[in-house]
């Protein structure tokens, strides 16, 4: 590596700026967090000193040439790109970006259907012709994962002119797929993949990980930093390694769909997370996995759940036993003060980090609590969603421009049975759209909605409680 990933160029020239004690007549209005309401002193100054704006010296996100440059450059070294952006708008804006870089109105983009919803609007934002490949269920893990290489192959054939393909790898929970022999496959009909691998910041680090999509050859790949590094939230990166990929393109984008006033505190975080990520020694990672199987090890002890196996050793799956809602754990967890990072119907996803765990103790009399308790709970009906895609590859039923010329209606679910959704339906967290806006509404759909509903899922869709948003 010929840079000293030791360097935080961004940072230390924010750090150096403020112990300088500028006098500030420009925005933000905090003033280097002088002006701040009182009982948000305490907790903000030190992080405002920081929130400063493209200055002299301090370089330009959408215009890099000094320090944010540097930082990208050493960024994109680090995880072997050609180039590397930092986001400050999640994996949500390097989503948008990357798809809207390679591909324009009327454009065929074959996408994994269980894809996050960011990945949807950037289809919609571009005006796309979306091909969906639905997920295959993955017994192991008793969920829909991903799209099959078979199902991909069909697509593509039958899609001849599509501009690239969109794949989320790994999935929320970690769980990975043959993308590799994907990827060239895909090339093989010369158009880029595009792999939103929002959970797969820390792949590159070790063989205990699964393969990272840059190394497997991705043309484009998002990852949230805020998710499992340690950037503040809203950071991510975009890398891109590939002639297939515009990079004016993608810098034009990146333009649009991000603030004009860049956060420098979410940048700095940047900064310090590559520097981090690339300073985790060997020793390191073997405490953190220790540590993450120490935690697997207490959860074991649950009672009425069983830990699924998983690929990315760092995320801990609990599979809800039969008729007892995950919510309902989740629920408990967090009585103890102890938060998951989401629960569906049937699953508890807990997140390790990447240092030791260091309150075990706490841990394991928890889940000893939880154990009596979980015994007086009612069994729940179960929901059952192993046969959600029977067409492997569909498109949408009206095109984007079709649909936002129509107007649309709020029905009671029970009356939408072969309505167009006007409105996807996402179960929240993950995020990933059950109705996608533009699908034929099943009974199917309508059932495990309600189901949803009774157990308390949250559901982004407006006013879903009224009914659901369809095309008249
Ligand atoms: C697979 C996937 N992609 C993209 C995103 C969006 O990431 P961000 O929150 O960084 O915008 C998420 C968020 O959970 C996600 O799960």
């Known amino acids: 590596m010929s840079r000293n ?53 301090l370089d330009d996100l959408h215009a890099p040439h000094g320090v944010i440059k540097d930082a990208q450059e050493l960024t994109a070294e680090l995880f072997e790109a050609d180039a590397s952006y930092f986001l400050i708008g999640g994996s949500t804006s390097g989503n948008l970006a990357m798809i809207l870089s390679v591909c324009s109105p009327g454009d065929e983009m074959i996408v994994q259907r269980n894809s996050h919803k960011s990945i949807f609007n950037g289809l919609e934002l571009a005006g796309a012709k979306p091909v969906f490949v639905a997920p295959e269920f993955d017994e192991a893990v008793h969920r829909y994962t991903a799209p099959g290489k078979d199902s991909i192959k069909r697509a593509l054939d039958r899609h001849p002119r599509a501009k690239g393909v969109v794949l989320t790898y790994p999935d929320y929970f970690g769980r990975t797929y043959g993308l590799n022999e994907m990827i060239q496959l895909i090339h093989e009909y010369n158009i880029p993949v595009l792999v939103d691998e929002a959970h797969g910041i820390h792949f590159f680090l070790d063989d205990s990980f ?50 004009s006033s860049p956060s420098y505190p979410i940048m700095a975080s940047l900064d310090l997370a590559r520097s981090f990520l690339a300073h985790l020694t060997s020793t390191d990672l073997r405490r953190i996995l220790n540590s993450a199987e120490e935690v697997r090890d207490i959860l074991k002890k649950g009672d009425l759940w069983h830990i699924v196996p998983g690929d990315d050793p760092l995320k801990i799956t609990l599979q809800a036993k039969l008729g007892v809602p995950a919510e309902t754990i989740a629920g408990l967890f967090e009585q103890e003060g102890i938060y998951p990072e989401l629960a569906t119907h049937n699953q508890l996803l807990l997140v390790h980090g990447l240092a030791p765990f260091n309150q075990m103790k706490r841990l394991e009399k928890a889940v000893g609590r939880i154990n009596a308790q979980l015994k007086n709970i009612p069994n729940h009906d179960i929901i059952d969603t192993n046969n959600l895609f029977k067409e492997r590859i569909t498109e949408l039923e009206l095109d984007y421009f079709t649909m936002n010329q129509r107007n649309s209606i709020q029905v009671p679910l029970r009356k939408a049975e072969n309505c167009i959704a006007a409105e996807a339906v996402i179960p929240y967290p993950p995020g990933i759209p059950f109705v996608l806006k533009g699908e034929q509404i099943t009974r199917n759909h309508i059932e495990i909605i309600e189901q949803f509903m009774q157990q308390g899922v949250t559901i982004q869709h407006r006013d879903i409680e009224e009914g659901i948003s369809v095309f008249c």
């Open 5 to 57: 990933q030791k360097n935080t160029p961004l940072y230390t020239m924010l750090e150096n700026f403020t112990a300088s004690r500028p006098v500030s007549f420009h925005v933000p209005g905090h003033k280097n967090g002088n002006i701040i309401p009182s009982q948000g002193k305490e907790a903000f100054k030190s992080l405002l000193q920081l929130d400063l704006t493209e200055l002299s010296g």
């Open 210 to 259: 699964p393969e990272a999509a840059l190394a497997m050859g991705a043309d484009a790949v998002v990852q949230s930093a805020h998710k499992m590094a340690p950037a503040m939230t809203m950071g991510a990166f975009l890398h891109t390694q590939s002639e297939r990929m515009s990079s004016s393109r993608i810098a034009r984008y990146l333009q649009m769909v991000q603030s």
